[in-house]
Each structure stands twice: as C-alpha cells, then as structure tokens.
C-alpha cells in the first residue's frame, strides 16, 4: 500500500527523523490557514505547496511550487488542488489532486548550495537481507544517476537478525562526505529511518531529498513510502491511511469482492485459481502470441457469483479480446467451477468476446461435459497446450 508524502512523514516523525514540516489542506482556505500555523510554529514567511499524489516527479509536472507570502499560498493551492498532474511515473491523462501539502521552506536564505543526497531503504531480494541504498547526487533522478554515475550510488546491506549496526550507519555519513555535527546528525538519522521501515512493516522508504542545512541538520524533505499488505493487520492505523482515489478503481472493486487482480496491458483476460497457475498462465498467453491483459487469481471457492464477478471485471478492461480461463481442481471441484461458469455465462447475457477454458484435475471430465454441451460461445480445453492453441488460433 503506497501512502502520500505527508503520511509518510508522519511515520518518519514518530520513529525520531527529522522531517520538513507540513500541514494538508483540500482547500486554498485550509491552505492559507495551514500556512498561517506554519508560520507561528516555524518562523518562516516563505512555503512549499505540494500536491499529494502516488507519483514521483511531481515537481516537473508542476506539482511542487514555491509560496513567498499568503498571496501565493493561495493562488498556487488554487491552481495546483483539482488539475491532473502528469509525471513521469503517471499516465498521460496525470493524476486528479485533492490535497496539498503546505511544508515550511528548509532552504535557508543564502543557501546557494544546498547539500542534498539520496536514500532509501528495501529489501534486497537476491541475498534476503535488507539494503541501505544511498548517493550524494540527491534531487535528481536516482535512475539516471545509476546510469551515468553508478560510482556514486553507495549500497549497504543489513542483517534483519542483526538490525542496523552504528558503524554501519556512521559508514553511511563517511560516504557522503560529512564530518563534525553533520557526520552525527546523519548517523542519527540513518538509525532513525531504518527502525521506521522496519517497526512499520514497510517495503520501501525513499527520501530523495535528504537535506543538509547549513546549520548541520539532517531531515527528510520528502518521503515514499510502500506499506507491506500483508502485515497491515498489525498496524490499523497504517491501513487507515489508505487513499483508494489513487488506486485503479478496477483493482479496488476485485480486492473488495476478495479477488487477487492487477491490471495489466495486454489483451487476453485470465481467470486462474493460485498465483503459480496464474503465472504459468501468463507465460502462456505469450507463448501463443498475445499479451495478458490481467492477473487474476480467483482462489478456491470459484462459485458461480464470484466468477460472474471475475468476468465482470475483465470485461471493463475495452482491450480484452478473448479470456483464458484456468482451473486446476484440487480442493475446488472442476464440475463445480463449470456450473458457475455456465450459470455466469446466461447471467450477464451475450458476451461478446470468445471464451476459452480449461480445466484440470477432479471431475475435469464432467466439467468438459458441461461446457460442451451448454449451448454457450464458450471452448473447452483439458491439456495446457490445447488451451494455447485455442487462444493463438482467436486472436488470429
């Protein structure tokens, strides 16, 4: 689960990182007063308004503008609160914004300079260890640093039985170049940020920049943050923070309907029960010259309604020209899985695109049956390269 910037702040702040400071607002009104609060906490007349989308590079799009006085703060909360922000990382048509983050401006006047520098912490899949990655090219794209300049992105990687260890994050500041209050400040803030991406179950924190200011201080000037699903049951809160105006509507209604889905681009629907059928699948579709348009697991109990249910979604997706449907019955029984799809099918009435299925395992022989003589557009398939023949030979 991905969180805003200013979510991801406030789980920063309460493990002890040093953040710019914000307030949200919907409203050029919230904005202005948000500003005002700012103003007597801080000190400073001068504010960042930031849209608050799931997207990087928001700046570039026009995302993050500079407010010298409340006049600006709410003309620039005006123009930036209800456009579609397009990034990067977002589609051509952006993403609609429907808040701001009102932040204090850190970069103190006469600052020509301002050191900024990388960071992020995940998991390093190849060795099962998590990894500290970090560069003093801080501000740009860390991809394009990687490309041009991979000497310097640093990596340090962490034992989760041993947890971070202070000489490792004081080797974290020594290859940043810090020495004095720095080189302690940034050590503090590297044990910091660590315990907060592992108390809070977290998949990835990224804070690009980090800012040193001219006094020695460290803080996280910006924060992404990717929530572990599968540990928010311990952490309510943190699922409370869930923002589904910035998730695939498609993908929001099959998780509510208890389907395991993900949008894909491609245009052959699947309709599989486990995640390793589903990728075998997958590799199926592209073997027999098309492309998935969808991971769908449909789990155990493929009953009638939740595979009417299941089509109903592939269906929205306008590119889908045919759908593979794949059942191995184990605990589900393949006459069972058949029923529901026959019944699915006189349900949601003529179905315009060709369905294929196959089905495997106990009862597969009466379920073909079934599908046979059912009177429906629907082919049936028993082995898994009949299946890929049938669908190579649709898409012709």
């Not at 400071?21 to 009104?29: E, L, S, Y």
């Not at 952006?94 to 020509?112: F, I, N, R, T, W």
């Not at 501000?139 to 300049?149: H, L, Q, S």
Request: hydrophobic letters at 40%; glycine letters at 8%; charged letters at 25%.
């Amino acid at each position: 689960m991905n969180l805003h910037e200013y979510q991801g702040k406030e789980i920063l702040s309460s493990f002890g990182v040093r953040i710019q400071r914000g307030k949200v607002a919907t409203t050029p009104a919230e904005a202005v007063e948000a500003a005002k609060k700012l103003t007597e906490e801080t000190g400073t007349g001068w504010h960042v308004i930031k849209a608050q989308v799931h997207a990087g590079g928001r700046g570039k799009g026009g995302g993050v503008k500079l407010a010298k006085n409340l006049q600006d703060v709410e003309k620039l909360a005006d123009d930036i609160i209800g456009m579609n922000l397009v990034t990067p990382q977002t589609s051509a048509e952006g993403k609609k914004v429907h808040q701001v983050l009102v932040a204090e401006d850190v970069y103190y006047p006469g600052d020509s300079e301002p050191e900024e520098y990388y960071m992020s912490v995940l998991l390093n899949r190849a060795t099962g260890k998590n990894m500290i990655m970090y560069s003093t090219e801080g501000g740009m794209d860390i991809e394009e640093v990687a490309e041009k300049t991979p000497h310097l992105i640093f990596k340090e990687e962490v034992d989760p039985l041993l947890g971070l260890m202070p000489f490792q994050a004081r080797k974290v500041a020594f290859n940043l170049g810090l020495s004095g209050t720095a080189f302690k400040e940034m050590t503090k803030f590297v044990m910091a940020l660590y315990q907060a991406y592992t108390k809070s179950d977290s998949s990835l924190f990224e804070i690009n920049p980090v800012l040193k200011t001219s006094d020695d201080k460290i803080l996280a000037v910006d924060a992404k943050v990717s929530l572990d699903d599968n540990a928010l049951f311990r952490h309510k809160d943190y699922a409370a923070m869930r923002d589904k105006r910035e998730e695939n509507p498609v993908e929001v209604e099959a998780k509510e309907a208890g389907l395991n889905y993900v949008d894909l681009d491609g245009n052959v629907g699947c309709m599989v029960n486990g995640a390793g059928l589903a990728m075998a699948t997958m590799d199926l579709i592209k073997q027999a010259g098309g492309e998935p348009a969808n991971f769908l697991d449909v789990g155990g109990t493929a009953d009638a309604e939740r595979v009417e249910t299941a089509f109903k979604i592939i269906l929205k997706d306008p590119n889908v020209k045919a759908i593979l449907v794949n059942i191995f019955g184990g605990i589900v029984r393949c006459d069972r899985v058949a029923q529901g799809i026959v019944d699915a099918y006189k349900n949601m009435g003529n179905i315009e695109v060709p369905i294929i299925v196959r089905l495997q395992g106990t009862n597969a022989d009466i379920a073909k049956e079934l599908i046979d003589n059912s009177g429906l557009d629907v082919q049936s398939a028993i082995e898994f390269q009949e299946a890929a023949d049938k669908v190579h030979k649709v898409l012709s």
